[in-house]
């Protein structure tokens, strides 16, 4: 069984701050993909990153890094410079590769307050 | 590419009438389509898995008589809540992907109200 723990349910920071958000998963799997999704208040899921398991390489795109560590199985999201805008629930999920392929599990999310 | 679109974004609906959600495919054939569910504050829960021209997968405590999945096409999969109960006041978004890749997309999702 596969599982995806986000222990920060909220996070409240004020602008300009950096504010990392965790992420620790279990799977028997040895290939998956990972990613993170962030959901403003209209619900649709945005976007934000894959990562497939064997690339170990952080990432980084613009304010938004990602350190994926397997040896721990953390994949932990860190916001520079935080913004107003940011605010919002972040998913983690883990997402199978081959059987049942596409099929995620999601975190619990973690809610984002930047306050001005 | 790889755009998944669901209609509607929103519905009211009286308790007892039946609300269909469509899932659709723009630019792929989607062999697979993902349902899932998420009440307010709470994370995305899987409901069940449709591959096309076969019956859904349910999974355990999803009441498969109450929660009707059609996938006839390659790019559409409907689910019809059946008989709604305020309850089912959900959250309901789907996600599909194609034979050929295993990373599933996300349409924007379908908020149910039922009143």
């Known amino acids: 069984a596969q599982k995806v723990t986000q222990a920060q349910t909220e996070i409240s920071v004020v602008e300009k701050e950096d504010v990392t958000l965790d992420c620790v998963y279990e799977?028997?799997?040895?290939?998956?993909?990972l990613f993170w999704y962030k959901q403003p208040p209209s619900g649709e899921l945005v976007f934000l990153i894959r990562?497939?398991?064997?690339?170990?390489q952080n990432e980084i795109s613009g304010r938004y890094s990602w350190n994926f560590q397997k040896s721990t199985s953390s994949f932990n999201f860190t916001i520079t410079a935080s913004q107003v805008v940011d605010s919002a629930v972040y998913f983690c999920?883990?997402?199978?590769?081959?059987?049942?392929?596409?099929?995620?599990?999601f975190g619990d999310g973690t809610t984002l307050t930047v306050k001005p | 590419g790889a755009v998944v679109s669901q209609h509607p974004s929103w519905v009211i609906c009286k308790s007892g009438t039946s609300v269909k959600i469509e899932c659709r495919s723009l630019?792929?054939?989607?062999?697979?389509m993902f349902w899932y569910r998420q009440f307010p504050k709470q994370s995305l829960m899987l409901m069940a898995t449709?591959?096309?021209?076969?019956?859904?997968?349910?999974e355990q405590g999803v009441e498969k008589d109450k929660f009707l999945i059609n996938h006839a096409s390659l790019t559409l999969s409907t689910l019809t809540v059946t008989s709604a109960h305020p309850e089912d006041s959900s959250f309901y978004i789907c996600?599909?992907?194609?034979?050929?890749?295993?990373?599933?997309?996300f349409g924007q999702g379908t908020r149910l109200t039922v009143v």
């Open positions: 996600s599909a992907r194609d034979k050929w890749e295993p990373e599933a997309f």
């Open positions: 799977t028997r799997d040895t290939t998956y993909y």
């Open positions: 990562r497939n398991s064997f690339d170990e």
């Open positions: 999920a883990l997402s199978h590769l081959n059987t049942n392929a596409g099929k995620s599990t």
């Open positions: 630019d792929f054939q989607a062999t697979t």
């Open positions: 449709s591959n096309e021209g076969s019956k859904a997968t349910y």
